[in-house]
């Protein structure tokens, strides 16, 4: 009985372990994807080298949220700055999108990000600087 009842242990020592293994794992990914967007560098654009039209821009980010701009240069300035997806769609989301009035304001995606909201901000930005760097939409 006594070897049953220790096989029973070891096995159930055995799965708790990989179960708390992997449950790190999926934390330490989503860790290192929040730091890749946070660290992420965000260059200034130079707008007299953009055409006047509709751009679109984005960023993937745990495989399941998506953050989607398009933006709309005319004479040589971002008229527009819409946002077409927002990641999570939370709270911190909502507050990133404080980001936006600042790159019209400075005419760049390069600007600081949203206190308590760095990853949307930086995401955002991110999409600006691809839109303005990409190819125009075709509507």
């Given at each position: 009985?006594?070897?049953?009842?220790?096989?029973?242990?070891?096995?159930?020592?055995?799965?708790?372990?990989?179960?708390?293994?992997?449950?790190?794992?999926?934390?330490?990914?989503?860790?290192?994807?929040?730091?890749?967007?946070?660290?992420?560098?965000?260059?200034?654009?130079?707008?007299?080298?953009?055409?006047?039209?509709?751009?679109?821009?984005?960023?993937?980010?745990?495989?399941?949220?998506?953050?989607?701009?398009?933006?709309?240069?005319?004479?040589?300035?971002?008229?527009?700055?819409?946002?077409?997806?927002?990641?999570?769609?939370?709270?911190?989301?909502?507050?990133?999108?404080?980001?936006?009035?600042?790159?019209?304001?400075?005419?760049?995606?390069?600007?600081?990000?949203?206190?308590?909201?760095?990853?949307?901000?930086?995401?955002?930005?991110?999409c600006v600087e691809?839109?303005?760097?990409?190819?125009?939409?075709?509507?």
């Open positions: 009985m006594k070897p049953i009842f220790l096989s029973i242990i070891i096995l159930g020592l055995f799965c708790f372990t990989c179960s708390a293994e992997t449950s790190q794992n999926k934390t330490k990914t989503k860790s290192d994807d929040i730091k890749q967007i946070i660290n992420m560098e965000i260059e200034d654009i130079d707008m007299s080298k953009i055409d006047d039209g509709k751009y679109a821009g984005k960023v993937p980010f745990r495989e399941k949220y998506l953050y989607h701009v398009k933006v709309t240069v005319k004479s040589g300035k971002i008229e527009d700055i819409q946002v077409v997806e927002n990641g999570t769609e939370n709270d911190y989301a909502k507050k990133g999108l404080g980001v936006v009035e600042r790159m019209l304001e400075k005419q760049s995606p390069n600007v600081d990000a949203v206190t308590g909201a760095t990853v949307t901000s930086k995401a955002l930005m991110k691809k839109a303005l760097t990409a190819s125009q939409l075709k509507d």
